[in-house]
């Protein structure tokens, strides 16, 4: 009898260590970014087709679009634990994966820095790297401390477009993760004055008349180039489209805030305002 009980208790730190591991689908490319930054990515059961970096995790079982999750496809993978960014959805599943028994848990979207390394410290402490998330958070500090700052008196006008299907151009207002991001790079945008994204028309680009219009890399490739972009209804006739100042950049680094945060401010900060100068 005691033979047994002193088995069972060798057998509790093992178990415990399991619990604190547990198998995870991830939903949202930030979170499964923020994951692997961890070392966590041996916990990963399934990822969202969002989830593009780094290049292992799109050699992961697929559950589909973040917003457009169906139950089924993410049971059958026999997570522990739902890891979903605020996009992810729609909300009735989300309620049937919590009535199947799977733990969920939605990170908050915030647009800032602070967000980060709160959801940093939060995937840690989910997946059971405490540790790991606070020497991530630490290195995170000392990169955004060390990015470099715009330069004095430079603020370029800066229009983004939302450009991944061909006929519906978006262009960013304020409430975005692009907004967001040219106010940390020091630029001014554009459409600022106006909440979320809104559709591109000729006489909001004119209006708007930016210095620069930047883009996703993969919006430049559903557009066909710069060329193709500046087809789109009045982009040729603005300061950038007659100067052919376009700035195209890796849409999970530019729009994710994720682990690469910093690196994502200082690219583009780089980016525009070397153009702008």
């Not at 009980?5 to 260590?17: E, Q």
């Not at 040219?182 to 028309?201: D, E, I, M, S, W």
Request: glycine share 12%; charged share 15%.
């Amino acid at each position: 009898m005691k033979r047994r009980s002193l088995l069972g208790a060798a057998l509790l730190p093992a178990f415990a260590h399991a619990q604190a591991q547990p198998r995870i689908v991830s939903v949202g490319g930030a979170v499964t970014e923020t994951v692997f930054a961890l070392g966590a990515q041996g916990q990963l059961v399934g990822v969202d087709t969002t989830s593009l970096f780094p290049v292992d995790a799109t050699r992961l079982p697929q559950v589909g679009y973040a917003r457009t999750l169906s139950a089924e496809g993410v049971l059958a993978l026999k997570p522990q634990l739902l890891l979903a960014s605020g996009e992810a959805g729609p909300p009735l599943v989300l309620t049937q994966l919590k009535g199947a028994g799977l733990r969920v848990e939605v990170m908050d979207d915030q647009h800032r820095f602070d967000g980060v390394l709160a959801r940093t410290q939060r995937i840690g402490e989910l997946c059971g790297r405490e540790r790991e998330a606070a020497q991530l958070g630490d290195r995170l500090q000392q990169a955004w401390a060390t990015r470099p700052k715009p330069p004095a008196g430079s603020a370029p006008r800066v229009l983004f477009v939302l450009a991944h299907a061909a006929g519906q151009l978006r262009v960013a207002g304020e409430g975005t993760g692009a907004h967001a991001m040219l106010t940390l790079a020091g630029a001014r945008n554009a459409f600022a004055g106006v909440q979320g994204y809104k559709p591109l028309t000729a006489e909001s680009a004119l209006q708007a008349a930016p210095d620069i219009i930047l883009c996703t890399d993969q919006g430049l490739a559903a557009q066909g180039g710069a060329d193709g972009l500046l087809k789109a209804p009045g982009l040729a006739l603005t300061p950038a489209g007659r100067a052919r100042r376009v700035v195209g950049m890796e849409a999970l680094l530019l729009l994710g805030f994720g682990p690469r945060l910093p690196q994502a401010v200082a690219e583009l900060t780089r980016q525009l305002h070397g153009h702008a100068a």
